[in-house]
């Protein structure tokens, strides 16, 4: 009787804790109470795209050659907070843009979330800015993205960068989102995780690679979790993840024609490199670069290098890129 009076009272105290957090959770985030510790927030915009408010970054001059960077699943612009500006200096437009459901963009429940969505989204959004071709730099998830644009909006997207890209379902095995997928479980477990900071700090252990983990600080934890701390970025996560539809990419990889520019890190857990290989082999006027010490996130884990690399294949009409001189490039094809 004990045990069961323990158990009654264990179960009745979670369930009041979940509760509780379901029940206090704000609507959404409100971005005059958080601009202030936006890096670049001096940078950033807002425009309409079918109904939600898109957030975007953007830098250098309008009419230089435009690259639109786009971030991966549970990310935003943040993570170009180093290389975007660089790579103004080095004669882009730069346009970093939140996905419909992360950052500060609009987290709507009638979105589908869905990575052709996402593209079609993005299509629109280049259509309100006046961008008629950009070079498309898509990193993890936004790579799936960047890839989805090419295939359907072929005319949009003049270069392709993908930076440790998503190009299948592979990820949805991965015991959270599997978790997630169950009906009920994943609106109860979401919450909890994306707000916790020991989870972050965790997940960002496994996506960095060792060598680098001095950049899981405080500011970088809180950035990341402070756009998604909210009901509606709780649920835009947790659809996005459901709505995973990503097989597509690799079957349909070898339709690229545009030159196409691969960065992986060597040390990538999270989408392991053999998929940068099959991207190779599969789309035809594609480079291959890989990058020592440097796991999921080039961009913030070798800001230089990826500035280095990007602006001369983005240069170049071709899309060729020099020899890197950089011990840290392991392989270049």
């Not at 323990?6 to 804790?17: Q, T």
């Not at 991966?72 to 730069?94: C, I, R």
């Not at 949009?156 to 599997?178: F, G, H, M, Y």
């Not at 170049?316 to 020099?322: C, E, S, T």
Request: one cysteine or more; proline letters at 4%; glycine letters at 8%.
């Amino acid at each position: 009787m004990k045990l069961k009076h323990l158990a009654l009272g264990f179960g009745g105290a979670v369930g009041a804790v979940v509760a509780a957090k379901m029940l206090t959770r704000a609507a959404t985030v409100d971005w005059h109470d958080v601009s202030e510790k936006v890096i670049h927030a001096e940078n950033s915009h807002f425009v309409e795209i079918d109904g939600a408010t898109v957030h975007f970054q953007e830098f250098g001059d309008r009419n230089s050659p435009t690259l639109l960077l786009i971030h991966g699943f549970t990310a935003s612009v943040y993570v170009w907070k180093t290389v975007a500006p660089q790579l103004a200096n080095e004669g882009f437009h730069v346009v970093a843009v939140d996905l419909i459901g992360f950052g500060f963009s609009d987290k709507p429940s009638w979105f589908d979330y869905k990575i052709t969505s996402q593209a079609r989204m993005l299509a629109r959004f280049m259509d309100r800015l006046g961008i008629g071709r950009a070079t498309v730099v898509g990193s993890s998830y936004g790579g799936a993205v960047a890839l989805t644009l090419a295939l359907d909006y072929t005319e949009r997207v003049e270069k392709l960068v993908l930076v440790d890209a998503v190009i299948n379902d592979e990820v949805k095995n991965q015991p959270i989102l599997k978790l997630a997928r169950i009906p009920g479980v994943g609106e109860v477990l979401t919450p909890f995780l994306l707000d916790s900071k020991m989870f972050m700090k965790m997940r960002m252990q496994g996506t960095l690679a060792p060598a680098n983990h001095h950049l899981i600080t405080k500011d970088r934890i809180e950035s990341i979790i402070r756009p998604l701390h909210a009901k509606d970025g709780h649920n835009a996560v947790l659809q996005a993840g459901r709505n995973w539809d990503a097989n597509r990419i690799e079957e349909d990889a070898h339709l690229i024609n545009q030159p196409t520019l691969i960065i992986w890190g060597e040390e990538d857990t999270v989408i392991p490199i053999h998929n940068g290989e099959t991207l190779y082999n599969s789309i035809l006027n594609s480079r291959f670069v890989v990058l020592k010490n440097c796991g999921h996130v080039p961009p913030e884990e070798k800001p230089d290098l990826f500035v280095s690399l990007v602006s001369g294949f983005s240069h170049d009409r071709k899309g060729r890129i020099a020899e890197p001189e950089s011990e840290e490039v392991k392989l270049e094809i």
